[in-house]
């Protein structure tokens, strides 16, 4: 059965300073790893999308890398903002599409 | 496109209530899903729907949980008789079919007392 960790559970850090952000993945027979972003009360919202062939993706100041014999991704943000506070939730996709997701990451940048 | 669309944001209900949760996805796509968060596990993939007919509903908690997709542009997901235990947000995405990007809804908050 496929588990999906993120580590750290929280992270908090100043205005500026670059957000890495780690996801592991016990099965490596995946479709796709999906980053999402979940604010307080919302639903989740799309932010990168890795088919299992490729190493990276990239959009604006986030980038996510994928080592899929590993089973890690991590995320980065560069020159973090205090809009970037949410949870970033990592999720792996099987056959359908169908989505397991990890804990979550909640990050608090400080202005 | 609006993208998904889930109706209501909020529902309270009591104990032992019939519950339905409604869910609109993006037009075009042919798979669907429902998911529920909790504090407790996380999210976790209840059922999903390929063209209309559920595939997977192996998450499915209980035989007090149903889903039905009449046609491609709304699903409902029912809870009946429903529990404290269910209080939870459920989610509602859609994709292509394949391993393509998941949109999800903004969810129903449910809570049951």
């Known amino acids: 059965k496929q588990e999906v960790t993120q580590i750290p559970a929280a992270l908090s850090v100043p205005e500026g300073e670059n957000l890495v952000l780690n996801c592991s993945f016990t099965d490596s027979a995946i479709y796709n790893l999906q980053w999402f972003r979940q604010d307080p009360g919302k639903g989740l919202t799309s932010l990168l999308l890795i088919q299992s062939s490729q190493r990276e993706q990239t959009s604006g100041r986030l980038n996510a890398s994928l080592d899929k014999s590993s089973g890690r991704s991590t995320l980065y943000i560069a020159a973090s903002q205090p809009g970037d506070s949410a949870t970033y939730l990592c999720?792996?996709?099987?056959?359908?599409?169908?989505?397991?997701f990890g804990g979550g990451t909640r990050v608090l940048v400080k202005p | 496109d609006a993208g998904v669309i889930q109706s209501p944001r909020h529902e309270v209900t009591e104990m032992g209530q019939e519950v339905t949760l409604r869910c609109k996805p993006i037009?075009?796509?042919?798979?669907l899903f429902w998911y529920r968060q909790t504090m407790m596990r996380g999210l976790e993939l209840l059922i999903y729907f390929n063209n209309n007919v559920p595939i997977d509903d192996s998450g499915m908690p209980e035989d007090r949980f149903s889903a039905k997709m009449p046609n491609a542009s709304f699903s409902t997901l029912k809870i009946q008789p429903s529990e404290p235990r269910d209080s939870a947000v459920y989610f509602c995405?859609?994709?292509?079919?394949?391993?393509?990007?998941?949109?999800f809804g903004q969810g129903t908050r449910l809570t049951v007392v």
């Open positions: 999720a792996v996709s099987a056959a359908g599409n169908k989505l397991t």
């Open positions: 995405a859609s994709s292509f079919a394949g391993p393509t990007e998941a949109f």
């Open positions: 037009s075009g796509h042919n798979s």
